[in-house]
């Protein structure tokens, strides 16, 4: 957790929001993986504890730890690196540099558009009454 504090501080004084929010969310992720590991333990610390219970709680914890140490690695290449490197964080298209020549949604100077014809026809009554 030292480490994702260390690496969420830094990525909020580059000022690059989406290393921030990338950062942000590894972190509040392995608060919620802490969340569970903590009551694992006090299973662990329970003298009345059978063996049966605490050999699921260290296998929680275990589980725990790699989900922690994942979610580190995911926090590092978020905040680290190029941003050529990093896909996930640029903001570019890729457009044809000329304009269409047939632009649907322009009006030529001089061409005047009609308004839709208007139907003479009454309304349909419904069929039932």
Not at 2 to 10: N, Q
Request: proline share 9%.
């Amino acid at each position: 957790m030292t480490e994702l504090g260390t690496l969420l501080t830094r990525a909020r004084q580059s000022g690059d929001m989406a290393r921030t929010a990338c950062v942000q969310d590894k972190r509040d992720r392995a608060e919620i993986v802490l969340e569970v590991a903590t009551g694992e333990i006090l299973v662990l610390q329970d003298p009345s504890a059978d063996g049966q219970s605490r050999a699921f709680a260290g296998e929680k914890l275990s589980e725990a730890a790699d989900r922690i140490s994942g979610l580190v690695g995911q926090a590092r290449a978020c905040s680290g690196g190029d941003d050529e490197k990093r896909t996930d964080a640029q903001n570019t298209a890729n457009q044809p540099k000329s304009v269409i020549p047939t632009d649907p949604t322009s009006s030529a100077p001089g061409v005047q558009r009609l308004p839709p014809r208007i139907d003479p026809r009454p309304p349909v009554a419904s069929p039932v009454i």
